[in-house]
């Protein structure tokens, strides 16, 4: 008789009890506990921040946002949390529909202190966000502004994450922060795993560090490790960038000697309106790109630049031809008539541009696959326009290398260049291999135009700076020398790009001048010396 009536007695008061307790309460979790903070007042919302940011559940990140963009509302009646999005009130927690924002809502208040919170809350809680690039970001972010009170959440955030970028980010963070912990082999550790980093704020922050940390030799002996591992590395990633930055300006000089080496070194005709031809070349890059935009679809113009080469090639080199066919071969044997006649041209060429495109800068724009940057380190970044410039370069030289010697013009070409007497001789039309090979020299210059137009400004003056530093490459490599060219152009490319932190861009360039010009008098041919009809036997 007793247990049913025991049982029932116990089933009383736990009906008591569930009616006494807070509809809700038994439910709630300590994430929705903290949430119910946010509809109170300015001290209420900054404890439920605090605690929302102590859990690092990635649910309160769009709450907090909308808290500091006023986006979050508070419906009078319950006290529900809503999200408002195009006038409309959603459910904070489900995402569901509540209705209209203007009706039965008001919008929960901040001031600048709790905004100030919601930031640091932010910054902690985008750790565990799952879009990589908050999560990068806030890495970042806790990185600048370190605190001793992020360790535990870092180490959380660290557990959990599987992308490479974002897990050495947070382990950078993670050291940069135990070098504030009151533990002093905490602080030992942080100092020694930040050796292995590259970054110049990290070495400021440990040189900050070691300024106070002279009371415990043993720390301040990890520091100046750390400090000196970084070093070693920044000088060894320096050399790096600047090698590359060498071979880029390089991959330029190439492109618009190239031609030269063609017209000038085989040729002997000394070209001085070589730099219009690149400034053509950048031109017709101009105008292909701007048909592909007026008569083809807008996702045609990314891939404009790619027609842009054989377009400036054939105008560029057809003009060369007709130059070559109605004046310059008149004055083969003549060197100074030449220079100025050609001189005189490249002035009617810059006018004519003038006149036809107004002297004004002309944009080109980059296609998005040669744009941004490649960083393979804190102090290394490689920008993909640069990379593509040298790999044209490079394509485009190994394609006239491959038609010099491969091609039966290549065979005439050398043969008139070796023996023009002797070539005509075995039937040779040397006059048409002079035009051919001045045509040549004059489209890979056209070539370079294009590259150019992704580096430069596209205007009538564009190919003025470049013409100097293209018979420099061509006189040093070797006159007519395609290999002496590649040496040359990437070697000088190199020197200017170690000597412009020293002394400057233009005192490099003098510097470079004057150690040619005595190279050139201890060895007169280049580097690279070419038998031909420019060069006595």
Request: charge should be neutral; aromatic fraction near 6%.
């Amino acid at each position: 008789m007793m247990r049913p009536v025991l049982r029932a007695l116990a089933i009383f008061l736990s009906c008591l009890l569930l009616a006494a307790t807070p509809r809700g309460a038994m439910a709630q979790d300590p994430f929705t506990a903290a949430l119910a903070g946010l509809s109170g007042d300015f001290s209420e919302k900054i404890e439920a921040i605090e605690k929302l940011a102590a859990l690092g559940d990635g649910r309160a990140v769009p709450l907090l946002q909308a808290l500091g963009d006023g986006a979050l509302l508070v419906r009078e009646s319950d006290k529900r949390l809503a999200i408002e999005r195009d006038k409309t009130a959603f459910d904070a927690l489900t995402g569901e529909s509540l209705g209209p924002a203007d009706q039965g809502f008001e919008t929960a208040r901040v001031n600048n202190r709790v905004r100030g919170v919601i930031r640091g809350a932010l910054g902690r809680l985008q750790l565990v966000s799952p879009d990589r690039a908050q999560r990068l970001a806030a890495a970042v972010g806790v990185l600048k502004t370190r605190a001793a009170d992020n360790l535990p959440l870092l180490e959380q955030a660290l557990a959990q994450e599987t992308d490479a970028d974002v897990r050495a980010l947070l382990q950078t963070a993670l050291a940069a922060t135990q070098l504030l912990s009151d533990k002093p082999e905490t602080r030992r550790a942080g100092a020694q795993a930040l050796a292995g980093s590259s970054d110049p704020d990290v070495r400021a922050m440990l040189v900050q560090e070691r300024q106070s940390a002279a009371n415990d030799p043993q720390l301040t002996a990890a520091l100046d490790a750390a400090i000196k591992s970084i070093d070693d590395r920044l000088v060894l990633f320096n050399l790096i960038q600047t090698i590359f930055q060498g071979l880029s300006l390089g991959s330029v000089l190439l492109l618009a000697a190239m031609g030269l080496a063609i017209t000038f070194g085989v040729m002997g005709v000394i070209n001085m309106a070589h730099g219009e031809m690149v400034m053509l070349g950048a031109y017709a890059t101009f105008v292909t790109q701007q048909l592909f935009r007026a008569y083809l679809p807008p996702g045609a113009a990314e891939y404009s630049i790619l027609a842009s080469i054989p377009a400036a090639f054939a105008v560029t080199g057809a003009l060369g031809i007709l130059l070559e066919r109605g004046m310059i071969r008149f004055l083969y044997g003549r060197p100074l008539e030449t220079l100025l006649m050609t001189w005189g041209l490249s002035m009617i060429l810059q006018q004519a541009v003038r006149s036809l495109f107004g002297p004004t800068n002309r944009e080109v724009a980059s296609p998005s696959w040669m744009a941004g940057a490649l960083q393979l380190s804190d102090a290394i970044t490689i920008t993909a326009n640069r990379v593509w410039i040298i790999v044209f370069g490079l394509l485009v030289l190994g394609v006239i290398v491959l038609v010099t010697r491969a091609t039966t013009y290549g065979l005439h070409m050398r043969a008139v260049t070796q023996n023009r007497a002797i070539a005509s001789t075995m039937g040779i039309r040397t006059g048409w291999v002079d035009a051919l090979t001045f045509g040549l020299g004059s489209g890979i210059a056209g070539m370079a135009g294009v590259a150019l137009s992704q580096l430069d400004n596209v205007s009538p003056n564009l190919g003025q700076g470049y013409i100097i530093d293209s018979f420099m490459v061509v006189v040093f490599g070797g006159v007519g020398n395609l290999w002496g060219t590649l040496v040359g152009s990437f070697l000088l490319g190199i020197v200017n790009k170690f000597l412009e932190p020293y002394s400057g861009a233009v005192l490099g360039k003098i510097f470079v001048l004057v150690a040619i010009i005595v190279f050139i008098q201890r060895r007169p041919r280049g580097l690279f010396a070419l038998r031909g009809r420019a060069v006595e036997v």
